[in-house]
């Protein structure tokens, strides 16, 4: 098994940025890509950003890119989600993944482990 869990999430005015990251735990050495998932209320969990095992590819949602940044540190197995210029339709759970394949994925069914998610809330 592989735990993951996020932080970083919280209350933040519009325009502002927020860092995200998941430390994952565990059997880590099965773990290769992982992902940025989000999910509002009322709507289907959405696929934010990902990044492959080497950090060498990375993924985005085509409305995030620019905003959004997903890193990793190799080794220590975190991943980061860095958010800038912040909307108030940014406002979600956001959920870490992870998938035992090299690259990342769009979609959530191609991740094995999730973590507990954090809450990112942006006001306007």
């Known amino acids: 098994q592989v735990q993951l869990v996020e932080s970083g999430g919280g209350l ?11 430390a994952a735990s565990g059997r880590t050495f099965k773990i290769y890509a992982m992902g940025w ?8 969990r959405e696929f934010v950003a990902a990044i492959s095992s080497s950090g060498g590819n ?7 890119k620019g905003r959004f940044t997903i890193t990793r540190v190799n080794g220590m197995n975190v991943v980061s989600l860095q958010m800038n210029s912040l909307k108030p ?5 956001y959920y870490c993944a992870a998938r035992t394949y090299s690259s990342g994925s769009y979609y959530s069914a191609d991740y094995d482990f999730w973590g507990q998610g954090t809450q990112v809330t942006v006001s306007s």
Not at 12 to 22: M, N
Not at 37 to 44: D, M, S, T
Not at 58 to 64: E, G, K, N, V
């Open 58 to 64: 990375t993924y985005y949602t085509d409305s995030l």
């Open 37 to 44: 998932f989000r999910q509002a209320p009322g709507k289907e």
């Open 12 to 22: 933040v005015q519009a325009g502002g940025s927020l860092r995200l990251s998941c």
């Open 89 to 93: 339709e940014d406002t979600a759970v």
